[in-house]
């Protein structure tokens, strides 16, 4: 069964330091997400991309986040410099379809920032 | 005051029972409705889908969406212990979805079912 990909699955880091995650998504999707997960809270979108372009980081931090999809399958979302409150999961979706919602999540990439 | 609304539990039920979980919104757009179940430590998985108003069922599974009142809810019979996890609910706006728009979780319900 296809299925979105993403590592690392677990990362603990210090403040001030830089992360990356990456996301493979389920093959022929071009719509892919980055979400936000704060324990005990629904995913927050970060940023979404149809193939290469960008179409929403409305609510991406860009002065710390960033977010490429160069080629237009697989994602890299960075964060540089880690601050405390940015601990969370990090989910990658994806979709078929740009306009009905049905998305297909990752397991997610645990960030923990002491 | 949130878009989208779900009482976080924690929800504990015995096994068989018949589980309600509901989701209030303010948007009068969105129109696609979903149901997402999470289990501890993985991601979400799309669990019910509905557009506009109506009911869905599938399986054990009903999901319920009366937009007149901004009122969805889904409905779990027979509950199971495999059951247990967080239901999230979520919907979207297809004007804003088409721009690129996003999909607006509720903060989660979490359900146990006990044997």
């Known amino acids: 069964e296809a299925e979105v990909a993403q590592s690392p699955r677990y990362k603990i880091t210090e403040k001030s330091q830089a992360v990356a995650f990456w996301c493979d998504p389920i093959?022929?999707?071009?719509?892919l997400y980055w979400y936000r997960q704060i324990l005990g809270q629904g995913p927050e979108l970060l940023v979404q991309f149809q193939d290469e372009s960008v179409v929403d980081d409305s609510q991406l931090p860009k002065d710390r986040f960033s977010a490429e999809r160069l080629k237009g399958v697989d994602s890299t979302l960075k964060i540089q410099p880690a601050e405390l409150g940015d601990s969370a999961m990090y989910l990658c979706?994806?979709?078929?379809?740009?306009?009905?919602?049905?998305?297909?999540f990752g397991e997610g990439s645990r960030l923990t920032v002491l | 005051q949130k878009e989208v609304e779900q009482d976080p539990g924690p929800l504990s039920v015995p096994e068989g029972a018949i589980v309600s979980l509901n989701c209030t919104y303010s948007?009068?757009?969105?129109?696609?409705f979903m149901w997402y179940r999470q289990y501890s430590r993985k991601g979400p998985e799309l669990l019910m889908y509905t557009y506009s108003s109506g009911n869905k069922e599938d399986g054990r599974f009903t999901a319920q969406v009366d937009k007149s009142s901004k009122y969805i809810s889904l409905f779990i019979r027979d509950s199971q212990p495999s059951d247990s996890a967080t239901y999230l609910c979520?919907?979207?706006?297809?004007?804003?979805?088409?721009?690129?728009?996003?999909?607006?979780f509720g903060q989660g319900t979490e359900l146990s079912v006990k044997p």
């Open positions: 979706a994806s979709s078929l379809e740009q306009d009905t919602g049905e998305l297909f």
């Open positions: 979520a919907m979207s706006d297809p004007l804003e979805s088409r721009q690129g728009g996003k999909l607006i």
């Open positions: 948007n009068s757009a969105f129109q696609y």
């Open positions: 093959s022929g999707h071009a719509t």
